[in-house]
């Protein structure tokens, strides 16, 4: 028997929606429309957009598929079984409830997931009335490697997990959602934030950079860093465990990792075993994984890795931080109610 194709429609056509898979030097797919068109198990059957000139660049990358300048017209003709939604922020809410109302059965949003908690929320609501299934791009979830990763942190392969570091680069709500939510995936639910603003690193219109403390249900601690991006982009997460430790680098391409040992130099003291250190990873594509999974979850073989709940979650964390920034370093307890 044939597997079944889905239909396939991305929404919003600027860099992550499909102009990015211009660049010579991303390993391609690049971008949603990008991974829509090379996968095997999905036809990318609509490119949408209002702005014309984004979507006749997107026309000039994907030729022959369909384009539309209104989202409705679009959802009604084509009937796509997954859309990707991958406007700014302020239209996620209504493309999100347009998509649901139709019951399309699986939407991937862009980070972050709203504009507002109280967006997030009602999206959430919005997509579990109709059984549509909400997925939230934030891409290193997807990635196997980082997903084995994870697994043996929560297994205990480097024992309990006392502290983090952590640096982003262009802005707390662009590349910073990311890192909120990888510190999630592995540490669990953040309980509490202190951050004050980063005024001498760059950012996007609207956004801001924050240096933080983050306090997470589980006793771990995490330190959120800022670095100015026009000088070097990093983003890196080092996890500190009572066993040895852990290093996400080069954007998760790579993983390091680095067992203790009995110290040489100083008796009854271990120490991290530098010469011991295992290295994973490679530049690959972060949205292939991505694809592959929202099959599955159509095929009802896996359940969202990144939910609806887990992008109101970080979106929740980033709130907080800037609240804190806004007060001067203020603790801003956080309830929670999504899932790592």
Aim: net charge negative; with cysteine; proline share 4%.
């Amino acid at each position: 028997m044939t597997a079944e194709r889905y239909r396939a429609a991305v929404i919003g056509c600027g860099r992550i929606g499909a102009t990015m898979e211009a660049d010579i030097r991303r390993i391609r797919p690049a971008t949603h429309a990008g991974m829509y068109r090379a996968c095997a198990r999905t036809e990318l059957a609509a490119l949408v957009d209002v702005d014309a000139d984004q979507l006749d660049r997107a026309r000039a990358l994907f030729p022959g598929i369909p384009v539309f300048t209104d989202v409705e017209a679009m959802l009604d003709r084509v009937r796509p079984a997954v859309v990707s939604v991958a406007t700014g922020p302020s239209q996620h809410r209504p493309v999100v409830e347009a998509c649901a109302k139709r019951g399309v059965p699986a939407v991937v949003c862009e980070k972050p997931l709203a504009e507002s908690v109280a967006d997030g929320r009602a999206m959430i609501a919005a997509c579990a009335a109709t059984g549509t299934l909400l997925l939230v791009n934030h891409t290193r979830r997807f990635d196997p490697l980082l997903r084995r990763l994870r697994d043996d942190v929560a297994a205990g392969a480097l024992g309990e997990i006392t502290q983090a570091t952590a640096y982003y680069t262009a802005g707390l709500f662009n590349s910073g959602t990311h890192m909120v939510d990888l510190l999630r995936f592995f540490l669990g639910d953040v309980r509490w934030a202190m951050a004050v603003a980063n005024a001498a690193c760059s950012h996007p219109p609207g956004d801001l950079n924050v240096d933080a403390l983050l306090g997470f249900a589980a006793g771990a601690r995490a330190a959120l860093q800022a670095q100015e991006v026009k000088d070097y982009t990093i983003f890196t997460l080092r996890l500190h465990g009572r066993g040895g430790t852990a290093v996400i680098d080069r954007f998760g391409f790579e993983v390091q990792r680095t067992p203790v040992r009995d110290c040489a130099e100083f008796s009854g003291y271990q120490e991290l075993d530098v010469h011991a250190t295992r290295w994973e990873g490679s530049a690959r594509s972060l949205m292939a994984p991505l694809v592959e999974h929202v099959v599955a979850c159509l095929d009802g073989d896996d359940v969202p890795v990144s939910c609806g709940e887990d992008g109101l979650a970080a979106l929740e964390v980033l709130s907080a931080l800037k609240a804190s920034a806004e007060t001067g370093g203020r603790r801003v307890d956080i309830a929670g109610g999504g899932r790592a």
